[in-house]
């Protein structure tokens, strides 16, 4: 595949293509920037999309730098915000930034990507310097923006921190002397400002390259931890493997599309397979990405253990009955699922047992009050399609 069609594979929006491609026929190695912010300790499949075309550039020789947005952390993205985000503290953007790169470099080749963080440049910032950046834009332009104009529309408190977002992000650019910034399609905003910033400072503009933006489990929604619609790269193999398989038909193939990088004809090719054929193989071929092939099928292999054929898994998490109990000899069902911290909250432990979703040694339980009695030996409980655990008398 030629590198104008590596760089045009999947992408939502490119400005900036002229200038990009006579760079690339003087033979310049370009400078390619992917900012993240290290908001929350799990990199998503949301971020793969754009991981994966930071490989495509690194693939082709080019310098790609991750910048880590250790300084804008601290403020916090409004792209796409309908409110202020929360304000995170120094502790815990640094924690967040350390597993971001270990989640990033099993996609990125580690050798090859130069790592760097906005706080080098920002921190050295005196109070006239941000006060000179600020000058390089209008209210009005700020407002241009979607996600600010509905806010300032429906009265939505918008902060001046805020405001200065679009202008940090771009002022990385400049530092950065970035030749093409990648990003989701909510960040066209602020990659633009970046080519104006580099502009005035008599820079060549960035090319601006965005891609789409992945639908989460729902089907719906972006993939977001807030809406609980992800798929993370931490993930156990297990969980990774049945929250894929968890997707509807129609989705799974963007996510052929946008995660494994299948062209048109290879997906119309598993297109002729039954769905289920074709989620299996999609969901394996993720698992082995982050794990191996030996992990990918056997989760193959445990979930058709369990769906296909109505069996137990063979490998399930275990719990002490005293430890969930408190030591007594009867304890609610509701307890004991909640103490093993496998479902989000207590709240959805009742309405799986009310929906008859709970099975007690293979028993459906549908009372929310229901008392087990300690086992004598051990008692395997079923919370849902996916979830099985022991509890070890």
Known sequence: MSQLANIKQNIDTIIGADELMERIRAGKKLRIKLGVDPTRPDLTFGHLVVFNKMKQFQDMGHDCILLIGDYTATIGDPSGRSDTRPVLTEDEVRANAETYLEQAFKILDEDRTIVRYNSEWFNEMSFGDTLNLARKMTVARMLERDDFAKRHASNS?????????????????????????????????????????????????????????????????????????????????????????????????????????????????????????????????????????????????????????????????????????????????????????LFPSKKECRRLVEQGAVKVNDESVSDPKAILDKPADELVIQGGKRKFFKVLG
């Open 157 to 341: 408190p918008i902060s001046i921190v805020e405001f200065l977002y679009p202008l940090v992000q771009g002022y990385d650019s400049v530092m950065l002397e970035s030749d093409v910034e990648l990003g989701g399609t909510d960040q066209l905003f602020n990659m633009l400002v970046g080519r104006q910033l580099q502009k005035d400072a008599g820079q060549p503009e960035q090319a601006v390259i965005t891609m789409p933006l992945l639908v989460g489990l729902d089907g719906v929604k972006k993939m977001s931890k807030s809406y609980d619609n992800y798929i993370s790269f931490n993930h156990t193999a297990k969980d990774m493997f049945g929250r894929i398989m968890s997707i509807s038909d129609e989705t799974m193939w963007d996510y052929y599309r946008l995660l494994l990088l299948m062209d048109e004809e290879r997906i119309e090719h598993h297109k002729s397979d039954h769905p289920m054929v074709a989620k299996k193989h999609l969901a394996s071929s993720l698992v082995a990405m982050f794990y191996s092939l030996a992990d990918a099928k056997h989760e193959l292999e445990q979930f058709e253990q369990v769906f296909a054929k109505n069996q137990r898994p063979d490998d399930m998490p275990e719990f002490q009955w005293d430890s969930l109990s408190g030591g007594e000899t009867t304890c609610p069902l509701l307890n004991l699922m909640a103490g093993t911290d």
